[in-house]
């Protein structure tokens, strides 16, 4: 056995009627939808269903299994108490996750905490309570999402799959996860309009069942709509991998300001076309290529530097072949790197520590793929892959206050006594100076009310 059946569900605690005590009705279309997957899930008898939910508590660096023999949840924090959970955990399938993640390099760890008590986690709470009005005889694992990238989620997935089919369980698999919750003004993050545009698309790609465009959208535009789900619905993804489906569409609203969509996904056969992890990859390489074409001689130094690296532990002598302006002046440089649309190193200077912007780019891009403290060293295979770009800094001045700043034209540097924080410009989601000079005195380690600081601003020259 393996998957029989997989869900996207959103999981608004309002939906319980002993929570919403009547506002459920406001979104009929959702609440029906999910008294019919229960019934669905009644009949299909699944020996454990799989949950991936947004609201554990999640790491940037890693996935967490909730470990336990039994968990225990209530929506006491939703004022309904009395509603209780008492659910026996997968050991077997929990510990056969971990060793197929750790078997796929997939960071994957079982925490029991998690597992005993999770009234948290209304990501669980929330499906759970409407299938066990239908159906109790299950088994459950959770499984939380995290902060790395949408690959590295289609591969829990797989390895989700892989521990499924050695087992022969049979599995209902539950994509707990909301849509953009930016969709009214008196909802919870106001209105910006890339909330429905990200509801639109998502509904789009779930129904099409195109898991390829599930894994390319941009993680900072998911990010601005307010998403929570999408990581969850790209993990059920990769439990699907291989797999061709009967994809159901039930409903989508965003009656409060936050988007709720249901759909069902039933594996119908092997499907060798169904291969979205490779073709995304393929995909991924291709636009690297096209890019390195077109690249200029510093980001080809600095892409340079970082493979010779990685690949040998050398340093880079450049060549003098190269653009005459990196060995003839002098200037900050920073060096950033993205793999799969999301940071995965960035380091710079501020001003010259070396005699040539050459060697600054050098020592800065070695620095950026072995030496960012928020990141692991690259490896060899992730070198395809990457997204470099260079920016030369102008020496920076002084100015008096915000109004001499514009975050789409200056970089900010904020400074008080030896803390001191910079942002560049142009950015992707900050669009206002007072959210990059907060931005920029968080990374500086000043309080956010803090009102006496220094302020200065500073241009850059971007290559890609």
């Given at each position: 056995?393996?998957?029989?059946?997989?869900?996207?569900?959103?999981?608004?605690p309002?939906l319980?009627?002993?929570?919403?005590?009547?506002?459920?009705?406001?979104?009929?279309?959702?609440?029906?939808?999910?008294?019919?997957?229960?019934?669905?899930?009644?009949?299909?008898?699944?020996?454990?269903?799989?949950?991936?939910?947004?609201?554990?508590?999640?790491?940037?660096?890693?996935?967490?299994?909730?470990?336990?023999?039994?968990?225990?949840?209530?929506?006491?924090?939703?004022?309904?108490?009395?509603?209780?959970?008492?659910?026996?955990?997968?050991?077997?399938?929990?510990?056969?996750?971990?060793?197929?993640?750790?078997?796929?390099?997939?960071?994957?760890?079982?925490?029991?905490?998690?597992?005993?008590?999770?009234?948290?986690?209304?990501?669980?709470?929330?499906?759970?309570?409407?299938?066990?009005?239908?159906?109790?005889?299950?088994?459950?694992?959770?499984?939380?999402i995290?902060?790395?990238?949408?690959?590295?989620?289609?591969?829990?997935?797989?390895?989700?799959?892989?521990?499924?089919?050695?087992?022969?369980?049979?599995?209902?698999?539950?994509?707990?996860?909301?849509?953009?919750?930016?969709?009214?003004?008196?909802?919870?993050?106001g209105?910006k309009?890339?909330?429905?545009?990200?509801d639109?698309?998502?509904?789009?790609?779930?129904?099409?069942?195109?898991f390829?465009?599930?894994?390319?959208?941009?993680?900072?535009?998911?990010?601005?709509?307010?998403?929570?789900?999408?990581?969850?619905?790209?993990?059920?993804?990769?439990?699907?991998?291989?797999?061709?489906?009967?994809?159901?569409?039930?409903?989508?609203?965003?009656?409060?300001?936050?988007?709720?969509?249901?759909?069902?996904?039933?594996?119908?056969?092997?499907?060798?076309?169904?291969?979205?992890?490779?073709?995304?990859?393929?995909?991924?390489?291709?636009?690297?290529?096209?890019?390195?074409?077109?690249?200029?001689?510093?980001?080809?130094?600095?892409?340079?530097?970082?493979?010779?690296?990685?690949?040998?532990?050398?340093?880079?002598?450049?060549?003098?072949?190269?653009?005459?302006?990196?060995?003839?002046?002098?200037?900050?440089?920073?060096?950033?790197?993205?793999?799969?649309?999301?940071?995965?190193?960035?380091?710079?200077?501020?001003?010259p520590?070396?005699?040539?912007?050459?060697?600054?780019?050098?020592?800065?891009?070695?620095?950026?793929?072995?030496?960012?403290?928020?990141?692991?060293?690259?490896?060899?295979?992730?070198?395809?892959?990457?997204?470099?770009?260079?920016?030369?800094?102008?020496?920076?001045?002084?100015?008096?206050?915000?109004?001499?700043?514009?975050?789409?034209?200056?970089?900010?540097?904020?400074?008080?006594?030896?803390?001191?924080?910079?942002?560049?410009?142009?950015?992707?989601?900050?669009?206002?100076v007072?959210?990059?000079?907060?931005?920029?005195?968080?990374?500086?380690?000043?309080n956010?009310?803090?009102?006496?600081?220094?302020?200065?601003?500073?241009?850059?020259?971007?290559?890609?």
């Open positions: 056995m393996a998957i029989i059946k997989s869900y996207v569900c959103c999981h608004a309002i319980v009627h002993e929570v919403g005590q009547g506002e459920e009705e406001l979104v009929k279309d959702t609440l029906s939808s999910y008294q019919q997957i229960a019934k669905e899930i009644a009949q299909l008898k699944p020996d454990t269903i799989v949950i991936s939910s947004p609201h554990m508590h999640c790491y940037s660096d890693c996935f967490i299994l909730a470990l336990a023999n039994k968990g225990y949840g209530s929506f006491s924090r939703f004022k309904a108490s009395q509603v209780k959970f008492a659910e026996v955990y997968d050991d077997e399938l929990n510990q056969l996750i971990l060793d197929k993640a750790m078997k796929r390099d997939v960071p994957c760890y079982g925490d029991s905490n998690q597992g005993k008590d999770f009234t948290f986690d209304h990501g669980s709470l929330v499906p759970l309570y409407f299938i066990e009005k239908e159906y109790q005889d299950f088994k459950v694992v959770r499984i939380s995290s902060g790395l990238s949408y690959a590295k989620h289609y591969e829990m997935g797989l390895a989700i799959q892989d521990a499924i089919e050695e087992l022969g369980r049979k599995v209902v698999y539950i994509a707990s996860g909301d849509l953009s919750h930016c969709q009214k003004e008196d909802g919870p993050y209105f309009d890339i909330g429905p545009v990200y639109e698309k998502i509904m789009k790609t779930l129904t099409k069942g195109d390829v465009d599930l894994l390319s959208y941009d993680p900072e535009m998911v990010d601005e709509a307010e998403v929570c789900g999408h990581p969850s619905f790209v993990m059920m993804a990769g439990a699907l991998d291989g797999r061709s489906l009967d994809i159901h569409y039930y409903s989508h609203e965003a009656t409060f300001g936050v988007g709720y969509g249901m759909v069902s996904f039933t594996p119908t056969g092997v499907s060798t076309d169904r291969n979205a992890l490779d073709q995304y990859y393929q995909k991924e390489k291709d636009e690297i290529q096209n890019k390195m074409k077109a690249q200029d001689d510093y980001v080809k130094l600095a892409r340079d530097t970082i493979e010779l690296y990685i690949t040998t532990g050398k340093l880079l002598m450049p060549d003098q072949n190269l653009d005459p302006t990196l060995f003839r002046n002098e200037a900050g440089v920073f060096v950033s790197i993205h793999e799969f649309g999301q940071l995965r190193g960035c380091i710079g200077t501020i001003a520590t070396r005699h040539n912007i050459a060697m600054e780019i050098v020592n800065n891009a070695i620095s950026a793929c072995s030496n960012d403290p928020r990141f692991n060293e690259i490896k060899e295979e992730e070198l395809p892959y990457l997204d470099i770009s260079v920016d030369v800094l102008s020496p920076f001045e002084r100015v008096p206050d915000m109004s001499y700043l514009d975050p789409k034209k200056y970089g900010v540097i904020v400074q008080k006594g030896q803390k001191r924080g910079l942002l560049l410009p142009d950015l992707k989601g900050v669009d206002g007072e959210q990059q000079v907060s931005i920029a005195k968080r990374k500086a380690g000043i956010a009310y803090e009102d006496e600081f220094e302020l200065y601003r500073f241009t850059v020259v971007r290559h890609v």
